[in-house]
């Protein structure tokens, strides 16, 4: 099989809104920390020296959301209550969600803001495939060229109620993106709020998801490299992460040899 990443990285040496800590414990220091663990919880003394080098294992230590990076973002992300029951958490979202096949849907000649309904329907034409239940849908929008930079979380294009809408009619459960979110950017909705008086404008995308039980995977990336718009399968199993409402994600695509 052939696999292709459709993961941007967590990656603490480009722009984020929520900057990222990452710190790197090298071989040598992880040799002297673990001898000092089994001293002071273990009582056993041991001398690190003895190591090849000196050296024993490196350690990571990040501080970050679990919205960093490609990710899943799971009901209880869009609010504390939900019209069907209680959101679940991402630790506890069916597995089977997430292996699924997938397809691409190319908005990204769309300008900033979201497209309706109408336009994905004009997608569905083109391409001569209409999302089937389960389905994994993701959104090509052309964002992902600006990752690691400012304009990322400000130029691209969301979804409206009436596209979200569309798609779980269809029975999909998981709608992904290319860009910052499935929503417009943040100025984008409020300028759109300030100028209408409609709250409707505000995260339709996402507040749709405290009327219907569906999940998002934000800020992915090389949509534009599957060589056609059907015919594989995306695994995007999110980290399980207990009574959180988000979860990092190794999304790839797979196609048969």
């Given amino acids: 099989m052939r696999i292709i990443d459709l993961s941007t990285p967590v990656d603490a040496g480009v722009w984020e809104p929520n900057p990222i800590e990452h710190t790197v414990m090298s071989p040598a220091e992880g040799a002297l920390h673990m001898a000092e663990a089994m001293r002071t919880k273990h009582d056993l003394?041991?001398?690190?020296?003895?190591?090849?080098?000196?050296e024993l294992l490196s350690l990571?230590?990040?501080?970050?959301?679990?919205?960093?990076?490609t990710h899943v973002d799971a009901p209880s992300h869009y609010g504390s209550t939900a019209a069907y029951g209680r959101p679940r958490d991402v630790d506890e979202l069916p597995l089977d969600w997430f292996?699924?096949?997938?397809?691409?849907?190319?908005?990204s000649d769309a300008p900033v803001g979201t497209v309706d309904s109408d336009r994905?329907?004009?997608?569905?034409?083109?391409?001569?495939y209409t999302p089937r239940p389960m389905d994994v849908v993701l959104l090509h929008t052309g964002a992902a060229r600006l990752s690691g930079t400012p304009a990322y979380f400000t130029d691209f294009?969301?979804?409206?109620?009436?596209?979200?809408e569309l798609l779980l009619d269809l029975g999909v459960r998981v709608i992904g993106t290319d860009a910052f979110s499935l929503d417009a950017p943040f100025g984008h909705m409020i300028r759109e709020y300030q100028r209408t008086g409609d709250t409707g404008v505000l995260w339709p995308a996402h507040f749709l998801g405290r009327e219907r039980e569906y999940c998002q995977i934000e800020r992915l990336n090389h949509l534009e490299t599957l060589p056609a718009p059907t015919g594989f399968t995306v695994s995007c199993?999110?980290?399980?992460?207990?009574?959180?409402?988000?979860?990092?994600?190794?999304?790839?695509?797979?196609l048969p040899s």
Avoid: E, M, Y
Avoid at 99 to 107: A, K, M, Q, S, T
Avoid at 120 to 128: G, P, V
Avoid at 157 to 164: I, Y
């Fill in 237 to 254: 199993l999110p980290v399980k992460i207990r009574n959180a409402g988000a979860g990092w994600a190794r999304a790839v695509a797979i």
């Fill in 60 to 69: 990571d230590f990040l501080r970050l959301t679990s919205h960093t990076g």
């Fill in 157 to 164: 294009t969301g979804l409206d109620r009436s596209a979200t």
């Fill in 45 to 54: 003394d041991f001398d690190p020296a003895v190591l090849p080098g000196g």
């Fill in 99 to 107: 292996v699924r096949p997938g397809v691409v849907l190319d908005i």
């Fill in 120 to 128: 994905l329907k004009l997608q569905f034409d083109r391409i001569d």
